[in-house]
Structures are given as structure tokens and as C-alpha cells.
């Protein structure tokens, strides 16, 4: 799972909770007034423009396209269903020279590209239909 997902949950928690920062306390007892530097998460990125064409060969060729703010790369994760029934497992990634992988996708504001060949023959030989899931 991406290190962008796991801080977007942790993030979503906090929003809307008042509470106090925690102050330091000095060994004589004194509570300290200064607070510790927040440190703020960066935005995940979004999978958008999901592209997965109807074919029953081996290979499919999946283009998706990635958005974030700042330009972080991402980790991507390609999961199909294949009975229909909600429960997703990861793909096989198939060999090639003009796809890429999906650790450390490159992003940008306005959206990135990306080419994934998944070897569907492995994954779900005899399904006539399946859902496709890509998230970041």
C-alpha cells in the first residue's frame, strides 16, 4: 500500500477532533507552553482517466492517469474481481519493454500518463467479465 494512502487515513482521522496540544513537562513540574512542529501530510494521489479495454486476450494494456498537488511520485496497485462479489485481489504484472511498473509513478497537478500490461490470462483465465481496481 502507498505511504500516501496510509497518511490520507491518518490525516482524515484527525480532521474535525478539538483537542490540546500536548505540552511538555519539565522535570522541576512546570508545564511547558511551546508545542512541537506539525509536520503536514501531503495530499494523496488520484487515479483518474481509467482505461481498461474489453478483450479477452493474455495481455491487457491499462492506462490510467495520476494527479497530485505537489508532484510526489506514488505507488500504484492494480487489483481485479473476478467473481463479481466485491473481494479484489492484485494482479500479475506482465513483461515489456514499453509499460512501466508501479512503485514510484511520477504525478503532477494537471495528471500523468502511465501504461500498466497486466497478463489477465494468469489472473482470470475463463472470466468473461471482471472489475478492475487501480488506486494510489
Known sequence: MSRYL???????????VACE?????????????????VRLLKEPARVTALEVPASPDGCLSIAYTLQQPDGERADVVVEV??????SFQR???AGSTDHEGLLARS???EGVTHRFLWN????V?????VNVRVSA
Request: hydrophobic share 35%; glycine share 8%.
Open 21 to 37: 496540544p500536548a505540552r511538555p513537562v519539565h522535570p522541576s513540574g512546570v508545564v511547558s507552553s511551546a508545542s512541537s512542529k
Open 125 to 129: 483465465r475463463a472470466a468473461t467479465s
Open 107 to 109: 504525478t503532477s497537478p
Open 81 to 86: 474481481d473476478a467473481q463479481g462479489d466485491g
Open 6 to 16: 496510509s497518511s490520507f487515513i491518518v490525516a482524515s482521522m484527525a480532521v474535525g
Open 91 to 93: 494482479v500479475t504484472q
Open 120 to 123: 489477465r490470462a494468469v489472473d
